[in-house]
């Protein structure tokens, strides 16, 4: 009677230990990009942090929505521009915020 049976080969046993090699290889990779995207989350957290506190440091009066700069407007055509924006937009005036107001010459 013959009986067949298949020893692991050195071959059989190289490729094992390559597929694990492998496997842990794209394991740490998946590790490190998850911490580097961590870090870079919280650097955004940060900065977002500082640029918050920054505009928190200068007070505006209640219901405005921070500084207007004007340039060659007087103040009274500066409101007429405003009230006409907010009324073209349907929007409240108070829901807008205006950073300047340049007359084009």
Not at 8 to 28: E, G, K, Q, R
Not at 72 to 95: F, H, L, R, W
């Amino acid at each position: 009677m013959l009986f067949l049976t298949s020893a692991p080969s050195t071959l059989d046993n190289i490729l094992t230990i390559c597929l694990v090699a492998v496997l842990v290889l794209v394991v740490i990779a998946a590790i490190i990009r998850k911490a580097m995207q961590d870090k870079k989350d919280a650097a955004q957290a940060v900065s977002f942090a500082e640029a918050s506190s920054a505009a928190k440091e200068l007070p505006t009066a209640p219901g405005s929505a921070g500084r207007l700069k004007l340039y060659n407007v007087e103040p009274k055509t500066a409101a007429m521009v405003m009230a006409i924006v907010a009324d073209k937009m349907g929007k409240p005036i108070n829901e807008l915020r205006f950073i300047s107001i340049k007359e084009v010459q």
